[in-house]
Nanobody, 124 residues
Framework: QVELVESGGGSVQAGESLKLSCEVI????????VAWFRQAPGKEREFVAG????????AHADSMMGRLTINRDNAKNTVYLEMRSLRREDTAVYYC?????????????????WGQGTEVSVSS
């Protein structure tokens, strides 16, 4: 069984930064690919970024290009998503998800485990 716990959300002004954390409670964290998705009110869940358990493999959405960094700390069983220059359109509930695949898939259905989400609100 795998449990994911997100944290780090909050309310910020446009242009500011936030760092989200996803703790993966599992004996085999190093075997999980972890991705971040977000869902704004009335919209579908969309891919933000992901990092594979396989070294060097990661992906991110074009909308976030140049504004985020994703990394993992296998010693802490945690994946971090640092977002910079936040915009109002980044407002959403952010979820982390995990699967055991090598590739970082951008489709929610490819992920087996999900966290409860952390809310990010960006105001101008």
């Amino acid at each position: 069984q795998v449990e994911l716990v997100e944290s780090g959300g909050g309310s910020v002004q446009a242009g500011e930064s936030l760092k989200l954390s996803c703790e993966v409670i599992s004996r085999t964290f190093s075997s999980w690919t972890v991705a971040w998705f977000r869902q704004a009110p009335g919209k579908e869940r969309e891919f933000v970024a992901g990092i594979s358990w396989f070294p060097g493999r990661h992906a991110h959405a074009d909308s976030m290009m140049g504004r985020l960094t994703i990394n993992r700390d296998n010693a802490k069983n945690t994946v971090y998503l640092e977002m910079r220059s936040l915009r109002r359109e980044d407002t959403a509930v952010y979820y982390c998800a995990a699967n055991g695949l090598v590739a970082v898939h951008q489709t929610p259905a490819r992920y087996d485990y999900w966290g409860q989400g952390t809310e990010v609100s960006v105001s101008s």
